[in-house]
């Protein structure tokens, strides 16, 4: 049977910039169809067999594509087919092919299908061959096709949009519900703070919770990708107060990296060690606790958040389907150890450590707000679907992987709403502990 790389869904009114993208994608060595060059036929057949013959639904958004009939039968089909235990998996992925508003209400129809699908929202839209680049650049690994070595990084979002960041913030704000007691407790301990974030990111989590301490610090941030540490300087760098450095926990230079970074700031040792979601990805991670135990003032403390999924809980769940989302989150490559939480007291012990306390351990949907277990949802459950996707697209003949895929794929609407009902509870084993010497 005949198979198509892309199935290009768009609005016969942008015909002239989808024409480019279709040219650069098969430049670029894949096989694409789309109306009406490759119509053959009855037209609506056509349709419906292009699509059941393709990998990827090319979802071409803009203000033409939102009032086009056309379009949205295309999407329903491609969602049915989706879901349809039946076929082969398809891959729906919108594009923005313009700047547009998807809260807008002439998107509402088409955001029925995919609100919770990741777009591709291009950081140029100056011409059709830059936005192919992107869609390229995020399927060359599964389709084998090539990207240009100078391309711009494509954003990943449920979708751009006003209603994103309001997603986005009341995440954070949810992160913070569960910990910030903790890190208030914390720093009313110091009148003043040094304090040295590994693995810190872009710095937005710890500088948030340090600055609403109102208390003087000086922070030394320690991360393995560059872009971050630039983007955490660029943000709150300071000079002799707040310093972002590109550091690997793994190299064995290490302890002495930052030494040379705690020099230049006049810093001889620190009141707090923060470690955030970083052991997860650590094989052993015994002996950076013990370089951090060397690093820290006689009265500071190391403070780790974690997680281990062997602490979740979903009820009801009579058939098991979210003990199976664990464990599909506990075999995909990119989720770390998902239960080195209960590894965390016995590590800190021996690395010297023994003024040892678990402060916090589970969050739990009970007394959310709807927005908040939606923002819940998004942070575990959509980020398992990510993943499993990605790995079924990188092992696309290991049967265990697909099987996941697909039954995750199918059944995702539903757990979703299963979530959302008033009389269900879940609880995530994110843990923080304290530690002293």
């Known amino acids: 049977m005949q198979t198509y790389d892309f199935f290009v869904s768009y609005s016969s009114k942008d015909k002239e910039i989808i024409d480019g993208l279709v040219h650069q994608l098969e430049s670029s060595g894949a096989k694409c169809w789309y109306a009406p060059r490759d119509v053959q036929g009855r037209y609506a057949k056509a349709i419906v067999d292009a699509i059941g013959q393709a990998k990827i639904f090319l979802l071409c958004l803009s203000e033409n594509a939102a009032a086009s009939d056309h379009v949205l039968n295309e999407i329903e089909i491609a969602y049915n087919k989706k879901k349809s235990p039946d076929v082969s998996p398809l891959i729906i992925e919108p594009l923005c092919i313009e700047p547009i508003d998807l809260d807008a209400p002439q998107f509402d129809e088409i955001m029925y299908y995919i609100r919770r ?198 009820f009801p769940d009579e058939k098991n389907a979210f003990e199976r989302i664990y464990q599909i989150c506990d075999r995909n490559e990119t989720s770390g150890n998902r239960r080195n939480g209960r590894e965390i007291y016995t590590n800190l012990y021996r690395a010297g450590l023994k003024k040892i306390s678990l402060e916090k351990s589970g969050f739990t949907t009970i007394g959310l707000s709807y927005e908040e277990k939606e923002a819940f949802w998004g942070m575990y459950f959509q980020f398992i679907l990510g993943d499993i996707k990605w790995m079924y697209e990188k092992y696309p003949n290991n049967i265990d992987i697909k099987d996941d895929c697909e039954w995750y794929s199918k059944n995702y609407e539903d757990l979703f709403e299963q979530f959302m009902n008033d009389d269900f509870v879940f609880s995530l084993g994110f843990q923080i502990y304290l530690a002293q010497k």
Request: proline letters at 3%; hydrophobic letters at 35%; charged letters at 30%.
């Open 117 to 314: 699908i990741n777009f591709i929202s291009p950081t140029n839209l100056s011409s059709p061959k830059a936005i192919a680049q992107e869609v390229i650049e995020k399927n060359k690994d599964y389709l084998k096709i090539e990207a240009s070595k100078h391309h711009e990084r494509a954003q990943s979002l449920y979708f751009p949009s006003e209603r994103e960041t309001k997603r986005l913030k009341i995440q954070g704000n949810l992160l913070k519900k569960f910990d910030n007691e903790t890190y208030q407790k914390l720093f009313s301990k110091f009148e003043q703070m040094d304090v040295l974030d590994v693995g810190s990111g872009n710095g937005d989590m710890l500088m948030d919770r340090l600055k609403e301490s109102k208390k003087p610090f000086r922070l030394l941030g320690v991360e393995r990708d560059a872009q971050k540490v630039e983007q955490a300087n660029a943000n709150y760098g300071d000079e002799g107060k707040v310093h972002f450095a590109v550091m690997d926990v793994n190299d064995p230079e290490f302890s002495e990296s930052v030494a040379d970074e705690m020099d230049k700031m006049g810093i001889e040792g620190f009141d707090v060690i923060h470690i955030s979601m970083l052991l997860l990805h650590m094989e052993s991670f015994c002996s950076l606790l013990r370089k951090c135990r060397r690093l820290l003032k006689s009265d500071g403390y190391i403070f780790i958040k974690d997680i281990d999924d062997g602490l979740n809980y979903a």
